[in-house]
């Protein structure tokens, strides 16, 4: 059987995540794709951080050419998080030739027009499922079972720590103070969660679905952004009289005259709208086509095995493309 060999830049909490899913689920993902998956090296300086998996020390390599001068590494997956220097190790990776793969919602939207040309013309791929909605399915669907569509709009609640404050406001009556300070001691929120309640983060994942779908780019310090830490008791009181709730929604749509309106803000939602139904830390991304109406794709929007998942299935969708017919085999 073919090895595809993998060069993991990044061994955080993401990045350990990604590694325990395939110690996890090698057989199945090997059965599936017909080859051996393996990360052979991997860019980390917190080497004896104590993790929950089995790495080698010689896997572990401190300078990013040792992996992409790496003739034998197929695919380079980005985990280190902020957008430089991962977003030019992914540019640096294509022109070695290899696919690279992200959940680096905030190095692809700074850099979405360099990133795909590098990946067009070094004729390999770039793919970021994981950056929008985790562990969702949500990029490769629409850029693939619902390709045909002409998009109209998207609404995304596409941030679970804003998503988990608001819940636990609406439910438990909390202020945005003590919804905050549970969301950290549930691990939903980091200790500066300015990125999050300030709506930067979904403002990265807006940006991302709004060149996927619209085929435009709008750098996410372009898009008007509010985020919630002005929500107030009395604004989630005053939507539950109206019959709504308060949910930070991402959402862009096409105009009649074909420009497209896009922001990141507090919005009431209706009770009724399948959007309301998000509850705590989940994400939701709410698609209209004009062939297919609309669709929701829903659930964990973080979290180390869900984006080891949407980032393994991107291992699996460009194993489809290479060729992995052993020459022992074919004789
Ligand atoms: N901070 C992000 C969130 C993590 O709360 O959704 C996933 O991108």
Redesign the pocket.
């Known amino acids: 059987m073919k090895e595809i060999k993998i060069g993991l830049l990044g061994l955080g909490n993401i990045g350990t995540g990604t590694y325990k899913a395939l110690e996890m689920n090698r057989d199945i993902i090997e059965k599936k794709i017909g080859a051996k998956v393996n990360i052979v090296k991997i860019l980390e300086k917190d080497i004896d951080r104590e993790r929950d998996i089995t790495v080698s020390r010689e896997q572990f390599v401190s300078d990013p050419e040792d992996i992409f001068s790496d003739p034998e590494i197929d695919i380079v997956i980005e985990l280190l998080g902020g957008v430089e220097p991962a977003a030019t190790f992914m540019e640096r990776a294509m022109k070695s030739g290899k696919h690279v793969i992200t959940a680096n919602?905030a190095a692809v939207a700074a850099n979405y027009p360099r990133l795909m040309k590098a990946a067009e013309e070094n004729n390999v791929q770039f793919k970021f499922e994981a950056?929008v909605g985790?562990g969702i399915p949500v990029l490769n669907p629409l850029d693939c079972g619902a390709r045909a569509n002409d998009y109209t709009e998207v609404l995304g609640i596409?941030?679970?720590?804003?998503n988990y404050i608001l819940h636990k406001m609406s439910t438990e009556g909390m202020d945005y103070d003590t919804a905050l300070k549970d969301a950290q001691e549930k691990g939903?929120?980091?200790a500066d969660p300015t990125?999050?309640v300030e709506g930067i983060?979904a403002a990265n994942?807006l940006s991302i679905l709004m060149a996927l779908l619209f085929g435009k780019y709008v750098h996410p310090d372009d898009i008007p952004t509010t985020g919630i830490s002005g929500i107030t008791k009395e604004k989630i009181e005053e939507a539950k009289e109206n019959d709504c709730v308060i949910k930070l929604i991402a959402h862009a749509t096409v105009r009649e005259d074909g420009d497209i309106d896009y922001e990141v803000r507090p919005t009431y939602i209706r009770t009724y709208h399948p959007l309301a139904g998000v509850l705590e830390?989940y994400?939701a991304v709410y698609v209209k086509g004009n062939l297919v109406g609309k669709l929701m794709f829903y659930g964990p929007?973080?979290g180390p095995l869900p984006?080891g998942s949407a980032v393994l299935g991107d291992v699996m969708e460009i194993a489809k493309t290479m060729d992995l017919q052993d020459t022992a085999d074919a004789e």
């Not at 596409?158 to 804003?162: A, F, H, L, M």
């Open positions: 919602k950056s985790g596409v941030n679970g720590t804003t939903f929120a980091e990125a999050d983060d994942k830390e994400n929007g973080a984006t």
